[in-house]
């Protein structure tokens, strides 16, 4: 008896979940891709200092950009895996922390006697700690929720169902960043009021959301298009199909 019970257990153990698929991170794409996600944060920072009307909708100037980290975060999820995200997103953050330090020491170093931007420059850049802070703070729940249900769903469907991934991902972390970053940053761009902040995080979460269910077959391309050229995961892939003792 004791013979026969664990002959079974690993063929439905293998059929009922399937074993996943992750490339290391040695390879360029993962550096480049980490690259652009820290470059694309960083520049939502700075265009969310400024509020702005499109017709009754209310947003920031940096709406349009940060759909692109989720985007290039199922990338990583979907290819490299749990841990690997993880570093992504805490790289990101460290990049945008810098980038905040770094606008810091630019406004308060003596301008010049000819120099006349400086009042541009502290209105520019100056609330942008604050919304760093909201940024990161949405940033890192946000990004690691999307991650984690990313990785759970292919753990247990493998390679199959990456649309469905995409989308469960996509609605869980959007609204946990979207809310965070709307609570602390909707004063910085001057929100003053229930209604204005409500409208604020449903057009942001609306917008988000729906800008990458629009992307997710873009993004499936992309993510087919990594997985084919990335040797770790080529062999990875062919260790989770070779059969197991």
């Not at 985007?71 to 992504?88: C, F, H, M, Q, T």
């Not at 940033?139 to 469905?164: C, D, P, W, Y």
């Amino acid at each position: 008896m004791s013979d026969q019970h664990p002959t079974p257990a690993p063929a439905a153990s293998g059929q009922d979940r399937p074993v996943p698929a992750f490339a290391p991170v040695g390879s360029r794409f993962y550096a480049v891709i980490v690259s652009v996600m820290a470059v694309v944060v960083v520049l939502s920072n700075i265009g969310a200092s400024k509020g702005v009307e499109l017709g009754p909708l209310v947003t920031d100037g940096g709406f349009f950009l940060f759909p692109l980290a989720y985007i290039l975060g199922d990338v990583v999820s979907e290819v490299y895996g749990w841990k690997a995200s993880r570093r992504a997103v805490l790289a990101t953050f460290a990049m945008a922390a810098f980038a905040a330090l770094s606008f810091w020491i630019m406004i308060v170093l003596p301008p010049a006697g000819f120099y006349d931007g400086q009042a541009a420059l502290e209105r520019t850049l100056g609330p942008v700690w604050l919304v760093v802070v909201a940024s990161l703070a949405g940033f890192l729940v946000g990004q690691l929720s999307n991650a984690l249900v990313m990785v759970t769903l292919k753990r247990r469907h493998g390679e199959s169902k990456l649309i469905a991934r995409l989308l469960g991902s996509t609605g869980v972390g959007e609204f946990l960043d979207t809310l965070i970053f709307c609570s602390i940053a909707a004063s910085v761009i001057g929100i003053d009021s229930w209604g204005a902040f409500w409208n604020y995080v449903v057009v942001g979460f609306v917008f988000k959301t729906a800008v990458e269910v629009i992307l997710s077959p873009v993004t499936a391309l992309v993510i087919g298009w990594v997985k084919r050229r990335e040797p770790g995961y080529v062999r990875a892939v062919a260790a989770a199909k070779a059969p197991r003792a």
